[in-house]
């Protein structure tokens, strides 16, 4: 089946940078659009970004100018970079991709999360 798994997440200071990843394995015969959504404590869940097949980006106002989010479709992975990072950015990361698996219908994947803590 299809898995996605994130990896990166980790501890940095208030301004610090921290890159992302996310694996997408599996029987896959297309991943239409990958993203990253996110939840603190106490907060709903809320997209951060995200990226289909052709380039096209998409941001949370409250993260342009700060994280990049690119993907690579022929190893089925995707990234978030992120810059001058704030202690507000403090959540679980999740990553997220619709992906048309082999035999089955179209279907909207989710990773099980990395933390993301920004602290002095």
């Known amino acids: 089946q299809v898995q996605l798994v994130e990896s990166g997440g980790g501890l940095v200071q208030p301004g610090g940078s921290l890159r992302l990843s996310c694996a997408a394995s599996?029987?896959?015969?297309?991943?239409?659009?990958m993203g990253w959504h996110r939840q603190a404590p106490g907060k709903q869940r809320e997209l951060v970004a995200a990226?289909?097949?052709?380039?096209?980006?998409n941001y949370a106002d409250s993260v342009k100018g700060r994280f990049t989010i690119s993907r690579d479709n022929a190893k089925n992975m995707a990234y978030l970079q992120m810059d001058n990072l704030r202690p507000e950015d403090t959540a679980v990361y999740y990553c997220?991709?619709?992906?048309?698996?082999?035999?089955?219908?179209?279907?909207?994947?989710w990773g099980q999360g990395t933390h993301v803590t920004v602290s002095s």
């Open positions: 997220n991709g619709l992906i048309w698996p082999t035999g089955r219908p179209l279907t909207n994947y």
């Open positions: 599996g029987s896959i015969v297309s991943i239409y659009s």
């Open positions: 990226i289909t097949s052709g380039g096209t980006t």
